[in-house]
């Protein structure tokens, strides 16, 4: 079955930084376009990042110039390298992928103090 399993959030100060990692199993990683979402209390989750099976990738305006997203298929990970903290970026992070439905890990806390 398909597992997303992130990992690598935690409570950072403003403009520091955060990796964040998911381990995807149960479906051909490498064919697959890749993203992480964020839900702040309160409000809905929204895209940050995706990635496509060739490395195309795409940002939301928020993060672009912070935030990198990478891929490797050989380990089944996708990655979310987070630069210059905001306490804006406060949310719960979410690793995604879309097959026939889509799937959802469970989520890692990242916490920006000011």
């Known amino acids: 079955q398909v597992q997303l399993v992130e990992s690598g959030g935690g409570l950072v100060q403003a403009g520091g930084s955060l990796g964040l990692s998911c381990a995807a199993s149960?479906?051909?990683?490498?064919?697959?376009?890749m993203g992480w979402y964020r839900q702040a209390p309160g409000k809905q989750r929204e895209l940050v990042a995706r990635?496509?099976?060739?490395?195309?990738?795409y940002y939301a305006d928020s993060v672009k110039g912070r935030f990198t997203i990478s891929r490797d298929d050989a380990k089944n990970t996708v990655h979310l390298q987070m630069n210059s903290l905001k306490p804006e970026d406060t949310a719960v992070y979410y690793c995604?992928?879309?097959?026939?439905?889509?799937?959802w890990g469970r989520g890692t806390q990242v916490t920006v103090s000011s």
């Open positions: 995604n992928v879309e097959l026939t439905r889509i799937y």
């Open positions: 149960g479906f051909i990683f490498s064919a697959n376009v």
């Open positions: 990635i496509f099976s060739r490395g195309i990738t």
